[in-house]
């Protein structure tokens, strides 16, 4: 890092952390410029920002992923200069990141311990030994419903999200960064409660989130960054909601979901199952008209992603029946599904939805580049003209194009996905939580872009862990328990209480299980 910013003085007294002028470009975009901050011993401070403020950047810096261009970090007093996430881990830091650091195809128990998990004589994992000590401390952060030694693929996003803050955990760091925590728990008091006790220990703690009811309870401060730059640090209680969105977006907060009538056609529906039963789908039927969103809500792991992937061929089903407009459909496949015009918007964009070796134009136009290719060879200019419109829909920026899409923010990840599924000449989108972990003004453009499409006749499927969406932006919704339609609520019923009755077990299928809804 350069030592020539006038204004890196040195650490601020008594601080535990302390950033002073930090800059980091990727080629001619600025990640971040001039970015001052201190935390104190003891300390929650939130950081907000819109998707691509730099917050990803900043926290890839502090664990060590990154280095910044410009600037100096301090670690209580002495100088922090982190190669890798090993480095930042030695001087006491630890981060959960919001895109899962987890290998999927180890153990929850060697994942905990890497990348220095224990060994015996013969210079192997002592895998025994490994998996009893990950017991231990799974059972010290209150969590028994993982076993140590299943594979972390085989798990559901939240049990993945819990294992991947308690690595960060366990060692007890005097610095505790958690980026976006919540975005796929189930249960936010557990993560509340580890929190509180990270701070008991003397822990300080870098809160980034994007619901504002977390940072209010937790966050005595928060520090806002927009375009790269701090441009607000002060106590959360002295700023209103509408304070916090306009530092964030600078402008005024606007509602968050514009009413639309609702753009359902005549005719034979898009997309019908009939009595769908496989691997955690039980006798499940439904339709799904052209220009209807029809909601899908459900508790952690009761069934919704199964029946999503068993919709494009991802898991066989054993019995039951699809139709396209009235004709029978074997979906077999997502090439199959694809072709019969049903695109699905995975939950995990970093390993199911994203080519991360590839640009950001190359990511979006796979559907359709063999229209760019002339002789074999491929016209970047014809690539463009073919993506320029459809980024336009989903309010991705041109910039972004050139970019490698592994260096945008998540939300313009995602933003780049469903302009992959809009590309592909997608009639039905399944979209599975596609709003996960992004910002209130990424929300809005993905909430226009849904919007849109089924005003343009297409039809969505919509699961979502966020009960406002469903009840404001869908026709009617489906609730799953126990893999099965526990009920169905009519548009003009739609409300998170007779949501959440039905998820928690409360209708004709449940059993009355008291159960918090995931998100």
């Avoid at 509340?192 to 401060?221: M, P, T």
């Avoid at 080519?355 to 990511?363: E, I, M, Q, S």
Wanted: aromatic share 4%; hydrophobic share 45%; charged share 20%.
């Amino acid at each position: 890092m350069s030592d020539s910013v006038p204004s890196v003085v040195g650490p601020s007294a008594g601080s535990v952390l302390d950033l002073r002028a930090i800059g980091k470009r990727y080629g001619a975009t600025v990640a971040l410029q001039d970015v001052s901050l201190t935390l104190l011993p003891g300390e929650i401070c939130g950081l907000l920002g819109e998707n691509g403020a730099g917050k990803s950047t900043l926290v890839k810096a502090l664990s060590g992923v990154v280095t910044p261009d410009t600037g100096e970090m301090y670690v209580g007093g002495a100088p922090y200069r982190p190669r890798n996430v090993l480095d930042a881990r030695a001087f006491g830091v630890a981060t959960a990141f919001q895109e899962l650091s987890l290998v999927p195809t180890l153990s929850v128990a060697v994942n905990l311990f890497l990348p220095q998990p224990g060994i015996n004589r013969l210079h192997m994992i002592a895998r025994r030994r490994v998996e009893q000590e990950a017991k231990a401390i799974l059972g010290a952060h209150g969590i028994r419903d993982i076993p140590p030694a299943t594979l972390v693929g085989d798990l559901s996003l939240g049990m993945r999200q819990r294992v991947e803050i308690v690595r960060a955990l366990w060692r007890q760091p005097r610095i505790l960064l958690l980026d976006e925590p919540t975005a796929a728990l189930a249960d936010r008091d557990w993560l509340f409660a580890q929190v509180a006790a990270a701070v008991g220990w003397g822990a300080s703690v870098l809160y980034i989130s994007h619901k504002l009811d977390e940072v209010r309870r937790l966050c005595g401060r928060c520090v806002i960054l927009r375009n790269g730059r701090k441009v607000r640090d002060a106590a959360v209680a002295a700023m209103s909601d509408d304070d916090i969105f306009s530092s964030m977006a600078g402008r005024s907060v606007v509602e968050t979901f514009v009413a639309v009538p609702p753009a359902i056609r005549p005719g034979p529906p898009m997309l019908r199952a009939t009595g769908l039963r496989g691997p955690g789908v039980d006798d499940v039927s439904f339709s799904l008209a052209p220009g209807e969103i029809l909601g899908v809500a459900g508790l952690e792991g009761q069934g919704q992603a199964r029946l999503f992937q068993s919709l494009i061929g991802l898991h066989p089903l054993q019995s039951g029946r699809i139709e396209m407009r009235g004709k029978p459909a074997a979906l077999r496949s997502p090439r199959a599904a694809r072709r019969h015009g049903v695109v699905l918007v995975p939950e995990e964009r970093k390993t199911e939805g994203i080519f991360k070796d590839l640009t950001t134009v190359a990511n979006i136009s796979l559907p359709v580049i063999a229209r760019a290719a002339r002789l074999r060879l491929i016209s970047r200019r014809a690539e463009r003209r073919l993506v320029e419109p459809i980024t336009e829909a989903v309010d991705l920026s041109p910039r972004t194009l050139k970019l490698p899409i592994a260096a945008l923010s998540g939300g313009n990840q995602q933003k780049a996905v469903l302009a992959r599924a809009l590309a592909s000449g997608a009639r039905c989108l399944l979209l599975f939580d596609p709003t996960r972990g992004v910002d209130v003004g990424a929300k809005q453009s993905i909430y226009r872009m849904i919007q849109g499409f089924a005003a343009a006749g297409g039809a969505v499927l919509f699961y979502s862990t966020e009960l406002d969406e469903l009840v404001h932006l869908c026709d009617r919704c489906l609730v799953i328990y126990r893999n099965r339609i526990a009920g169905e609520v009519p548009r003009e019923a739609l409300s998170q209480e007779h949501i959440l009755a039905l998820a928690s077990g409360a209708g004709p299928s449940g059993q009355g299980a008291a159960m918090e809804l995931a998100g």
